[in-house]
């Protein structure tokens, strides 16, 4: 076995000794912690949505983070998706680095890999906003047809619990065991809206608490809320297909630089080593990164926009 197989083993098992031993910090510092809660009552449990934001940068960056993988809906922790973020970088950009021997290029790709978990989990959590977006108006309309019927707000989220399917149904079980345990219904809609960072859930938490605290007719505003939620989605929905074209093209211009360079330092490195080794090289290299990161945020904005 050679210098270079030597090196991809050590570098494999270092890679995969990390994520162990990060995985054992994490049942021996957050296990205890996790136990304690089990302990204790619903109302009392606390989740990542609950803590505090550091005023830091670093603080906001971190929260940020933690509610990314907690909205992508799988079922993992803040910190084990970091971990799977470092040893995809570790991963790649050491796979890289024993391949072509180029420190920059390596850590270039090894910033990629720690991208695509985060791409993943972006795809994810928007993929489980739209899901719940769909599922929004037949939840509603279930509420509104069992307060229309006679029962309580209660008692109707207790039948979309036990009824319904999908991502919602979900989150009105644990609406209704808090409630079965003695939590306050108006506290715990706002903690459901906090966790379902989507507007239409909002809306329809704070018409269930305006409800409760004024009256009104709440069967007849849920319809038409349910309504309004359809045609705002029918209404997205057209303009994600009419503007598909256009944001593909941009994406395609967008990943074409890059590709580019990839591929050709793959194949020839004599045409890119100017770009590292001569001073000149390294400017115009530092001035087209930030042409292309610029770029880049342009299309991300264009693309809200439209959408």
């Not at 991809?8 to 054992?24: E, H, P, Y």
């Not at 304690?36 to 934001?53: H, N």
């Not at 959590?125 to 509603?140: C, N, W």
Request: hydrophobic share 50%; net charge positive; with cysteine.
């Amino acid at each position: 076995m050679g210098s270079a197989e030597l090196t991809f083993v050590a570098f494999g098992s270092l890679s995969m000794v990390v994520t162990a031993v990060g995985l054992l910090m994490k049942d021996l510092i957050f296990g205890s912690e996790t136990l304690r809660e089990s302990k204790r009552s619903l109302r009392r449990r606390r989740t990542g949505y609950e803590r505090a934001v550091d005023a830091s940068l670093s603080g906001k960056l971190d929260h940020g983070f933690d509610r990314l993988v907690l909205e992508s809906g799988l079922e993992i922790s803040p910190w084990t998706g970091f971990l799977i973020v470092v040893a995809s970088g570790l991963i790649l950009g050491g796979g890289t680095w024993v391949a072509t021997d180029n420190g920059l290029f390596s850590c270039g790709t090894g910033m990629i890999g720690m991208v695509i978990p985060i791409g993943f989990f972006v795809f994810k959590r928007r993929q489980r906003m739209i899901e719940i977006r769909q599922e929004l108006p037949v939840v509603i309309d279930m509420v509104a047809r069992s307060t229309r019927s006679g029962r309580s707000v209660e008692q109707a989220l207790a039948l979309v619990a036990e009824e319904a399917d999908g991502i919602l149904s979900k989150e009105i079980e644990r609406v209704v065991q808090q409630l079965e345990v003695g939590a306050a219904l108006d506290r715990t809609l706002k903690r459901m809206a906090v966790r379902l960072p989507v507007i239409e859930a909002r809306i329809f938490t704070t018409t269930l608490i305006v409800q409760r605290r004024s009256g009104g007719y709440l069967s007849s505003t849920l319809e038409r809320l349910a309504t309004v939620i359809r045609e705002r989605t029918a209404a997205q929905n057209q303009v994600r297909v009419t503007t598909s074209a256009g944001r593909m093209s941009s994406m395609i211009i967008a990943a074409m630089a890059p590709i580019a360079l990839c591929a050709v330092m793959v194949l020839n490195p004599a045409h890119i080593r100017v770009f590292f080794d001569d001073p000149l090289g390294k400017t115009l290299l530092a001035a087209a990164i930030a042409l292309e990161v610029i770029g880049i945020l342009w299309i991300i904005m264009l693309i809200r926009e439209d959408a």
